[in-house]
């Protein structure tokens, strides 16, 4: 499985960006997509998570200003960031955790430790 992160960029506070990671492999419906992001000398931070289908998750940080989706046929997770702010500059990763039956909280997939698959990253950096 390879992961290939696109659409990063500088944009300036309030603005909008857009991300989108796609998938090669078998993902389909057995694994979680995600996105971290990760600024320089912090630790890696949970972003979003989403399954095959039901409801996506937020990381406290980014819940109304971001927006997680999939497009399960093309095997690819997508981040809509709006109301950017200068704390979000960041590079973002997007990956894939296999779902375990025994693990179905949410806040389990917010780990970086259970995803299996990483993309490279991609800068994204908000000017104020």
């Known amino acids: 499985v390879q992961l290939q992160a696109s659409g990063g960029g500088l944009v300036e506070a309030g603005g909008s960006l857009g991300l989108s990671c796609a998938a090669s492999g078998r993902i389909f419906s057995s694994y979680k997509l995600g996105w971290f992001r990760q600024a320089p000398g912090k630790e890696r931070e949970f972003v979003a998570h989403k399954g095959y289908s039901g409801s996506p998750y937020y990381g406290n940080s980014v819940k109304g200003r971001f927006t997680i989706s999939r497009d399960n046929a093309k095997d690819t997770v997508y981040l809509q960031m709006d109301s950017l702010k200068p704390e979000d500059t960041a590079v973002y990763f997007c990956?894939?955790?296999?779902?375990?039956?025994?693990?179905?909280?949410?806040?389990?997939?917010?780990?970086?430790?259970?995803?299996?698959?990483w993309g490279q990253g991609t800068q994204v950096t908000v000017s104020s």
């Open positions: 990956a894939a955790a296999p779902i375990r039956a025994i693990f179905s909280d949410n806040d389990y997939y917010t780990r970086p430790s259970v995803y299996d698959y």
